[in-house]
């Protein structure tokens, strides 16, 4: 698909053989693997030199290696047989939340996607690293990468509140209205944390994707330049950029215009695709040109 130019040029896995420009597989299992021989062999030292100043009256590693009231919280006191599966663990971890940073598969997902993600990085459900397991990995993903960002739209388009007649139960129209994205008091407007704040970014990032363009650091996205516009600016209730005209009200509700119809429509035929039948639905029919107004 076009929207995926992007994405396919620096950062991700082609066929079997590299992985992110520079970044080499193999160096990346070799590494790990050498670490944690290294790692080990520490721990293995440790103990006899524990064994060693115990024996002749100053304490184990325990008493002399730790900050005083952190006496358990190192692996590398602990016996081998217990240290190496969480160390190698908080490692593996760590390399496969790189990887998928840059091989762009991030981008692509929604908020409820990213966040299935990282729980399971911390609950440990992926493969220990190595070659065959990072290939693997990211050839399915490599391979499932268009279901996961048209579900990322459906997610969005989902998302919706049905309550507004320009919130079209049928595709996304010119104007969407967001409930609770902004609070307001005596001091001014403020942008609410959680998912609606989500939903905007995942929309957002969305648009960047079917433009083919960079999707900006997650420190500069909508969410972000939106909070700062409305810290700057307490007197207005108007936002602006490239994709969006926003107008945010005291009940907390957001109208959201889009700027570029031709993204849309995109967007549309993503969710026509996936509902086939939605159009022919009597309750649509007012809205089946709505774009082309």
């Given at each position: 698909m076009e929207f995926f130019a992007m994405q396919t040029k620096p950062e991700v896995i082609t066929e079997h053989t590299e992985l992110i420009n520079s970044t080499n597989i193999e160096r990346i299992v070799t590494g790990r693997d050498a670490a944690l021989a290294k790692i080990e062999q520490v721990i293995q030292q440790l103990i006899a030199i524990s064994q060693l100043t115990a024996d002749i009256g100053g304490g184990n590693a325990a008493d002399w290696a730790m900050k005083q009231g952190h006496r358990y919280d190192c692996w590398l006191m602990e016996k081998p047989e217990k240290a190496m599966p969480a160390i190698t663990r908080n490692i593996d971890r760590?390399?496969?939340?790189?990887?998928?940073?840059?091989?762009?598969?991030?981008?692509?997902?929604?908020?409820?996607?990213?966040?299935?993600?990282?729980?399971?990085?911390?609950?440990?459900?992926?493969?220990?690293?190595?070659?065959?397991?990072?290939?693997?990995?990211?050839?399915?993903?490599?391979?499932?990468?268009?279901?996961?960002?048209?579900?990322?739209?459906?997610?969005?388009?989902?998302?919706?509140?049905?309550?507004?007649?320009?919130?079209?139960?049928?595709?996304?129209?010119?104007?969407?209205?967001?409930?609770?994205?902004?609070?307001?008091?005596?001091?001014?407007?403020?942008?609410?944390w959680g998912y609606k704040r989500d939903q905007l970014a995942d929309l957002e990032r969305m648009l960047y994707l079917l433009d083919g363009k960079a999707i900006p650091d997650n420190r500069g996205d909508i969410s972000i330049n939106l909070m700062n516009h409305i810290r700057e600016n307490p007197g207005k209730d108007v936002y602006e950029d490239m994709y969006f005209s926003i107008r945010y009200f005291q009940r907390g509700t957001a109208h959201l215009k889009f700027k570029r119809p031709e993204l849309v429509e995109k967007m549309n035929d993503i969710i026509a695709r996936h509902y086939?039948?939605?159009?022919?639905?009597?309750?649509?029919?007012?809205?089946?040109?709505?774009l082309h107004d």
């Open positions: 760590s390399l496969w939340r790189e990887l998928m940073l840059k091989s762009g598969m991030l981008s692509l997902m929604d908020a409820q996607a990213r966040d299935q993600w990282h729980q399971n990085l911390e609950d440990g459900d992926l493969p220990a690293i190595s070659e065959a397991n990072i290939l693997s990995t990211f050839e399915q993903l490599h391979q499932s990468k268009t279901e996961v960002f048209e579900r990322g739209i459906i997610n969005v388009f989902k998302g919706l509140s049905w309550d507004y007649k320009t919130n079209s139960p049928c595709f996304f129209g010119k104007k969407i209205i967001i409930n609770n994205l902004v609070t307001h008091n005596r001091w001014g407007f403020s942008l609410t086939p039948g939605m159009l022919a639905r009597e309750e649509c029919a007012p809205y089946s040109f709505r």
